[in-house]
């Protein structure tokens, strides 16, 4: 074709017929440009497919993060409410001055476990990673990814409760340890595995001891309500993935 086109082009010059000639290249760079038009559209075609393989590839992997948080977060809410009954046990049996036989497992855990909180919440890998790649913008929906951003900002928030808490009865060390002391049956960390010893009548008198544990049943009830939020968060989220992950079928 090439050939073809030189030939022809040499055939108009040799018979000096200039208008012929202009006309003819005129059409030659219209083919031109056309054919550059099209290979750039080609090529247009195949970087968006390319994003829109990489963007269906990261919501894939979002819905799966998601899936484990989701996982993660449930476990963590009935462990809150757990820790927030065994505190209420402790509560009552202390203002009543009685601790009936039935509620005596849920006031010693909640002793053992006083300075326990959950350090760790798993993350979005997904996010990060497109977060530190620049990658973000692949999420067409902004509303999504506002939210994924306001996610991580309640998991740092959670996290940042949660080390605040433990510190602050970690130092407070002589209120619990007036009236309570931990006896390890073996050396391992297993809470499972601790003992406690104390004087509940000693405890029911102290009205200081129970202000103590008034104020952990509280922090044990605003955890709670933390979790649950986030726990809305993440199923609201993970309903809106669905949502997107559709638009690709």
Known sequence: MIKFFRKFRQQILSENKFSKYLFYATGETILVVIGILIALQINNWNEN??????ALDYLQRLKIDLDNVSEDVNHSVKNMEL??????????????KKLLPTKRADFENHLKRYFQFQITIQNTVAYNEMLSSGDLGLIKNEWLRTAFANLSDSRDFIMEVNQTNHSAYKNNLEMIEKHVRYHLKNDDTDSTKVQVSYDFEAMSNDNLFINQISNHTYTWFDMLRLYKRYQREVNIVKDSILKELKKYN
């Open 49 to 54: 497919r390319k994003l829109q393989s990489k």
């Open 83 to 96: 820790r927030y009954n065994q505190a209420l046990t402790t509560l009552d049996a202390l203002e009543t």
